[in-house]
């Protein structure tokens, strides 16, 4: 029973740490990978799968902010929090595929990002106003949408992002952690 606890107040504080991002400005989206088939074992197939979220974040990193890794740039770049998940019974059915495929298993993350750049106004003029701005000029739903060349290959298969508009979905995001389908280890954070 306690290490129930403990799992459900590390949830609580994942879910406080998105909640204080959203209030400084980050919008949050939900970030479900799905993968091809990975011939490997588990836990080789967990690590392909972070080091494929690890791809996308740095590829998203150089769309959103001009010069990704200078100090003065960091604020601009996107904030991953994810885990590896199994699938769940849902009431509308989903692709027979998606729990056969690599034995169920996938990621979920929350994605914290900050506002896109204004398409009526020229970038330079945002940032004499604003300061730096993020190079994205619509949501994070939208660009993964729209440029899945960027992102997809022979591992992943396609990212799903949906705007977060109630609550964080970090209960959701970490079930698998929560009910000790893994460990903490597999929680992961790229910023």
Not at 52 to 78: G, K, S, Y
Not at 154 to 159: E, Q, Y
Request: proline share 6%.
């Amino acid at each position: 029973m306690r290490n129930r606890q403990i799992r459900e107040s590390i949830v609580r504080g994942y879910n406080e740490l998105i909640e204080n991002y959203v209030v400084d400005g980050y919008q949050p989206f939900f970030l479900n990978f799905m993968f091809n088939p990975i011939a490997a074992s588990n836990g080789q197939r967990q690590e392909i799968m972070v080091s494929q979220v690890t791809r996308v974040h740095d590829i998203l990193c150089r769309h959103m902010v001009r010069r990704p890794n200078a100090e003065a740039w960091q604020f601009l770049r996107p904030i991953f929090l994810g885990c590896h998940d199994l699938p769940v019974w849902k009431h509308t059915k989903g692709p027979i595929r998606d729990f056969l495929i690599n034995n169920g298993w996938h990621f979920n993350a929350i994605a914290l990002t900050r506002p896109p750049a204004r398409t009526d106004m020229h970038i330079k003029v945002q940032e004499l106003l604003w300061g730096k701005q993020s190079r994205l000029t619509v949501p994070l739903d939208e660009h993964f949408r729209a440029q899945p060349k960027f992102y997809s290959n022979d591992v992943l298969a396609r990212i799903h992002a949906t705007p977060i508009t109630e609550g964080t979905m970090a209960d959701y995001m970490l079930k698998t952690f929560k009910h000790g389908r893994v460990d903490a280890d597999s929680i992961q954070i790229w910023n």
